[in-house]
Nanobody
Framework: QVQLVESGGGLVQPGGSLRLSCAAS????????MSWVRQAPGKGLEWVSD????????YYSDSVKGRFTISRDNAKNTLYLQMNSLKPEDTAVYCC?????????????????WGQGTQVTVSS
């Protein structure tokens, strides 16, 4: 079955960096675009970033553009999110999600699978 397992979260000071990973299994990873979404305490789900199947087209929300970088390694079935210049408002549970084949990238989609998430806390 499809499994998405995130890792790499933690507590970091404002201005710091973290690199999240998402290990995928149970489907042909290289055939699907992937997303990162997040949910802050008391708030709804927020789309963060998308990447196409080849990794040469990426999309970011305005709130993270210029600070976060999404990437993928199809040989390792792994999705990444490099987060730099972190701010307290980036505090959230970050989840990776498998994008449906018919979906357009660059926005929140109706994902069919996503992981349990990894907690990122930005605080001094």
């Amino acid at each position: 079955q499809v499994q998405l397992v995130e890792s790499g979260g933690g507590l970091v000071q404002p201005g710091g960096s973290l690199r999240l990973s998402c290990a995928a299994s149970g489907f042909t990873f290289s055939s699907y675009s992937m997303s990162w979404v997040r949910q802050a305490p008391g708030k709804g789900l927020e789309w963060v970033s998308d990447i196409n199947i080849w990794g040469d087209s990426t999309y970011y929300s305005d709130s993270v553009k210029g600070r976060f970088t999404i990437s993928r390694d199809n040989a390792k079935n792994t999705l990444y999110l490099q987060m730099n210049s972190l701010k307290p408002e980036d505090t959230a549970v970050y989840c990776c999600a498998k994008v449906p084949l018919s979906a357009n990238l660059g926005k929140m989609n109706r994902y069919d699978y996503w992981g349990q998430g990894t907690q990122v806390t930005v605080s001094s």
